[in-house]
């Protein structure tokens, strides 16, 4: 059964705590994202890795962190640098298609909540 | 330029008409534009995508339609059902680039 799994469902995290998400993926894909998703709000990526042992920063990775030590994980580390961390947060992993762009799937997500 | 706006930020229909959601881009270098569907609590799920080759794909009750000229492509759901009722995202991507997403439509069918 191929998919992405992301663990765990809900998090509660106390303010000055440091908290990591689960992305496991068994589709072989290269490449694996995160994104952060608030209320009434689109998706706003976080880090993103193309192989393993390489990660970029998206538009908001101040405050997180996260490592690909394996093609299957990408663990997302919300630090206590981060001021506002409630919200709902989606990984996912892409393949390039045959015909030449990204498809990408998507977890069904983690929501975190600061106590 | 990498925005992608999305209109209109809710809709409610009623249960057998059309909804239609539209959007709209910058980047002539976008060459993909998937629509994504999700459901409160769960992670988004490719529903159609397009190329910009072609001006309609349909899957369905599900129509995507393009007009390059206007850099603008809209999802059409026909005979719209409760259980359609969901957040829809637009996208965009170009070779190599991330995904530019959509900020979401939230659509109600009511039964």
Known sequence: DGGITQSPKYLFRKEGQNVTLSCEQNLNHDAMYWYRQDPGQGLRLIYYSQIVNDFQKGDIAEGYSVSREKKESFPLTVTSAQKNPTAFYLCASSILTSGGWNEQFFGPGTRLTVL | QQQVKQSPQS?????????????????????????????????????????????????????????KSAKQFSLHIMDSQPGDSATYFCAAVSYGQNFVFGPGTRLSVLP
């Open chain 2, 11 to 67: 809709l409610i229909v009623q249960k057998g008409g059309i909804s239609i959601i539209n959007c709209a881009y910058e980047n002539t270098a976008f060459d993909y534009f998937p629509w994504y569907q999700q459901f409160p609590g769960k992670g988004p799920a490719l529903l159609i995508a397009i190329r910009p080759d072609v001006s309609e794909k349909k899957e369905g009750r599900f129509t995507i339609s393009f007009n």
